[in-house]
């Protein structure tokens, strides 16, 4: 079974540049996770998808952060303007039911 | 106070030690509960979920405490492959969003 897809899988802009990343979840999987990871921290869930729905975006910064999961299979996250703050992993994951999740290789993002 | 918290380490033991990590919670509604294992530079990895009666999978075994709301995780026999970030995970029901602890990292010497 092909787990989780994401590209590209290193990215370095400079601030105020946009980036976006794409996420291709496991086949079938209904719900689907971006996390940001800095460096020494644990994922922390910027936003969760329930096919093409979103569950909680709560702690996605709205201003600068927007993602989009078409079709209720793909997903894109984008960041527009990039701070240096923004430099981290980020992670898309998917899970069958809600619960155990298998995660994508991440793209580690550094902002210059 | 963190919603899930757990001890950084590192912790460094000999191979054939045993080495047990907790992971403490703050939401009593809490219902699900993981451990993962994160290699340097890698995605994490679901290593056991975490069930009321305990579970045991191999030289890992995985308990929760309700009363005190902490789940922990004993390696026997550890490896020198077990070395890795050993990250709890916590959701309050099925569905909803699940909160990492921040990891504790364990160094396996020969």
């Known amino acids: 079974e092909a787990g989780v897809a994401q590209s590209p899988r290193y990215k370095i802009i400079e601030k105020r540049q946009s980036v976006a990343f794409w996420c291709n979840p496991i086949?079938?999987?209904?719900?689907l996770y971006w996390y940001q990871q800095i460096l020494g921290q644990g994922p922390k869930l910027l936003i969760q998808?329930?096919?093409?729905?979103?569950?909680?975006d709560s702690q996605l910064p709205k201003d600068r952060f927007s993602a989009e999961r078409l079709k209720g299979v793909d997903s894109t996250l984008k960041i527009q303007p990039a701070k240096l703050e923004d430099s981290a992993v980020y992670l898309c994951?998917?899970?069958?039911?809600?619960?155990?999740?298998?995660f994508g290789p991440g793209t580690r993002l550094t902002v210059t | 106070r963190k919603e899930v918290e757990q001890d950084p380490g590192p912790f460094n033991v000999p191979e054939g030690a045993t080495v047990a990590f907790n992971c403490t919670y703050s939401?009593?509604?809490?219902?699900?509960f993981f451990w993962y294992r994160q290699d340097c530079r890698k995605e994490p990895k679901l290593l056991m979920s975490?069930?009321?009666s305990g579970n045991e999978d191999g030289r890992f075994t995985a308990q929760l405490n309700r009363a005190s709301q902490y789940i922990s995780l004993l390696i026997r026999d550890s490896k020198l492959s077990d070395s890795a970030t050993y990250l709890c995970?916590?959701?309050?029901?099925?569905?909803?969003?699940?909160?990492f602890g921040s990891g504790t990292r364990l160094s396996i010497r020969p």
């Open positions: 995970a916590v959701s309050s029901s099925s569905a909803s969003k699940i909160i």
């Open positions: 994951a998917s899970s069958p039911t809600g619960d155990e999740q298998y």
């Open positions: 998808f329930q096919n093409n729905g979103v569950v909680d």
């Open positions: 086949s079938g999987h209904a719900t």
């Open positions: 939401n009593s509604a809490s219902q699900s």
């Open positions: 975490v069930y009321s």
